[in-house]
């Protein structure tokens, strides 16, 4: 509404009214407004992959490590630092790699080794946040420091090792190094950073004849490695049957061995035996061995007794009568049948 009000110098002024309880509205607007920014401050949401640090007027009181939703005090009483605790992350030595394009950072990857040699190395750091707190509060840029202190480590070891050996076998173990100095570091710091693993891309001479040179250096090395293993596998492969060759003629030098000895103490057994007959008997023993002998060594031979005193020849056919008596007597053995060609023969002499 407005109100016209005259004087006495003839000026008309106008007087704004407000509408009735206008101020009281503004003030109940301005305390619903503080309660909901109050409201907005006091609950917040922690993710999986997050941990959120709890300051009380700006200083460190806690840390929230599980995800969902939380309750805290009103701003400015306390405040909410998230960081990616949980999550595996990574930086780049001597290059950086953007939306699939690799760019070479010389400053970070040349190096000198201990034999006075320039070498480029490049590297991979995956870390992750142990300690909310260290990390936050401990270090400016943390992660600026994490790069600065991994090229110190690769640095100082790799000041102390020869590049033939850097280029080569060493590469793992100089990963191994690098990863325990790094670590070192952050311990001393207190950073809050954990080192999960340090990975060498490449490490090799600067570009030219050096790097081509030792290029050819490692195919060579590398050849004889593959020479060696392949020899080694020869032998793996000839030994063995060797050994079971040599052991298949030990066994059967076994077998004759034993063989002969049995043989042997067969043949003592029967020398023995007719030893001791030819003691009870020598000439019946004698006469005997002599029989078996040419009936062994003659087998097919005729055998005629002759009686030579008179003019006509008398003549015993003895195999003819020994075939008979065989023919005979079934089973007649050649020694009895020899016995009694022997006593004929003897019948003839007298």
């Given at each position: 509404?407005?109100v016209y009000q005259?004087?006495?110098?003839g000026?008309?002024?106008?007087n704004?009214e407000?509408?009735?309880?206008?101020?009281?509205k503004?003030l109940?607007?301005?305390v619903?407004?503080?309660?909901?920014?109050?409201g907005?401050?006091t609950?917040?949401?922690?993710?999986?992959q997050?941990?959120?640090?709890?300051?009380k007027?700006?200083?460190?009181?806690?840390?929230?490590?599980?995800?969902?939703?939380?309750?805290?005090l009103?701003?400015p009483?306390?405040?909410?630092v998230?960081?990616?605790a949980?999550?595996?992350?990574?930086?780049?030595?001597?290059?950086?790699?953007?939306g699939?394009?690799?760019?070479?950072?010389?400053?970070?990857?040349?190096?000198?080794?201990?034999d006075?040699?320039?070498v480029?190395?490049?590297?991979?750091?995956?870390?992750?946040?142990?300690?909310?707190r260290?990390?936050?509060?401990n270090?400016?840029?943390?992660?600026?420091?994490?790069?600065?202190?991994a090229?110190a480590?690769?640095?100082?070891?790799?000041?102390?090792?020869k590049?033939?050996y850097?280029?080569t076998?060493?590469k793992?173990?100089?990963?191994?190094?690098?990863?325990?100095?790094?670590?070192d570091?952050?311990?001393?710091?207190?950073t809050?950073?954990q080192?999960?693993?340090?990975?060498?891309?490449?490490?090799?001479?600067?570009?030219g004849?050096?790097?081509?040179a030792?290029?050819?250096v490692?195919?060579?090395?590398?050849?004889?490695?593959t020479?060696?293993n392949q020899?080694?596998k020869y032998?793996?492969?000839?030994?063995p049957?060797a050994?079971?060759?040599?052991?298949?003629l030990?066994?059967?030098?076994?077998?004759?061995?034993?063989?002969r000895?049995?043989?042997?103490?067969g043949?003592?057994?029967?020398?023995?035996?007719?030893y001791?007959?030819y003691?009870?008997?020598?000439?019946?023993?004698?006469?005997?061995?002599i029989?078996?002998?040419?009936?062994?060594i003659l087998?097919n031979?005729?055998?005629?007794?002759?009686d030579?005193?008179s003019?006509?020849?008398?003549?015993?056919?003895?195999?003819?009568l020994?075939?008979?008596?065989?023919?005979?007597?079934?089973?007649?053995?050649g020694?009895?049948?020899?016995?009694?060609?022997g006593?004929?023969?003897?019948?003839?002499g007298?």
């Amino acid at each position: 509404m407005e109100v016209y009000q005259g004087g006495l110098n003839g000026n008309t002024k106008r007087n704004m009214e407000l509408p009735p309880g206008l101020w009281k509205k503004v003030l109940i607007g301005a305390v619903v407004a503080i309660v909901v920014g109050f409201g907005l401050t006091t609950f917040y949401t922690v993710e999986e992959q997050e941990e959120a640090a709890i300051l009380k007027f700006g200083k460190y009181t806690s840390t929230q490590e599980s995800s969902g939703l939380h309750f805290k005090l009103p701003y400015p009483i306390q405040q909410v630092v998230k960081v990616p605790a949980n999550l595996t992350q990574k930086i780049h030595i001597g290059y950086r790699e953007e939306g699939g394009k690799i760019t070479p950072v010389e400053e970070e990857a040349l190096m000198i080794t201990g034999d006075e040699y320039i070498v480029s190395a490049d590297a991979v750091v995956e870390w992750k946040i142990a300690n909310v707190r260290d990390y936050l509060y401990n270090i400016e840029e943390p992660e600026q420091f994490l790069r600065n202190s991994a090229s110190a480590a690769i640095r100082s070891v790799m000041g102390s090792t020869k590049l033939d050996y850097a280029i080569t076998e060493g590469k793992t173990v100089i990963q191994a190094e690098v990863k325990k100095k790094l670590e070192d570091i952050q311990d001393q710091y207190n950073t809050g950073i954990q080192i999960l693993d340090l990975k060498f891309q490449d490490i090799e001479p600067p570009e030219g004849q050096v790097q081509e040179a030792f290029k050819n250096v490692t195919n060579a090395r590398e050849e004889k490695n593959t020479k060696i293993n392949q020899a080694q596998k020869y032998v793996n492969d000839r030994l063995p049957k060797a050994r079971g060759e040599a052991q298949a003629l030990i066994e059967n030098a076994e077998a004759s061995k034993k063989s002969r000895i049995l043989n042997a103490e067969g043949d003592v057994a029967k020398f023995n035996a007719v030893y001791n007959e030819y003691v009870k008997n020598p000439a019946v023993t004698s006469d005997r061995l002599i029989l078996e002998t040419l009936e062994r060594i003659l087998p097919n031979a005729k055998i005629v007794i002759t009686d030579g005193g008179s003019d006509t020849v008398n003549y015993l056919p003895l195999n003819e009568l020994m075939g008979k008596s065989s023919a005979a007597k079934p089973g007649t053995s050649g020694s009895q049948q020899t016995d009694s060609a022997g006593t004929n023969e003897g019948g003839s002499g007298q």
